[in-house]
């Protein structure tokens, strides 16, 4: 028998920050591009610039963290919306 989702949620089994999600090839491209723009960058700077380089990749990476956490938690409470109201005796079809 399949264990109760709550279960797996209480128990640790659902991450959902732990999920990795397959990357389409669009976004593999700009990544790559990304990395290697890092590197070039890293290459021209002095230790003051890398310095600065590395605290705004670092405070950028806590912004999209933030950002993702938003929308995650935006998401839930619109589908739990949803079933709610899909739930209500009042709308039955």
Known sequence: MEE??????YFG???PWERQ????PEIEKYSDQICEDIEYL???????????LERLLDNHSE????QVKESFKY????G???????LDSKNQL
Request: proline fraction near 3%; avoid cysteine; aromatic fraction near 6%.
């Open 4 to 9: 109760d989702i709550i279960d797996q949620l």
């Open 13 to 15: 089994r659902i991450v």
């Open 21 to 24: 999600v397959e990357k389409p």
């Open 42 to 52: 890293q290459k021209l700077l002095d230790e003051v610039g890398k310095s600065v």
């Open 63 to 66: 912004v999209e963290r933030f």
């Open 75 to 78: 998401g839930f409470r619109l």
């Open 80 to 86: 739990m919306q949803l079933v709610a109201a899909g």
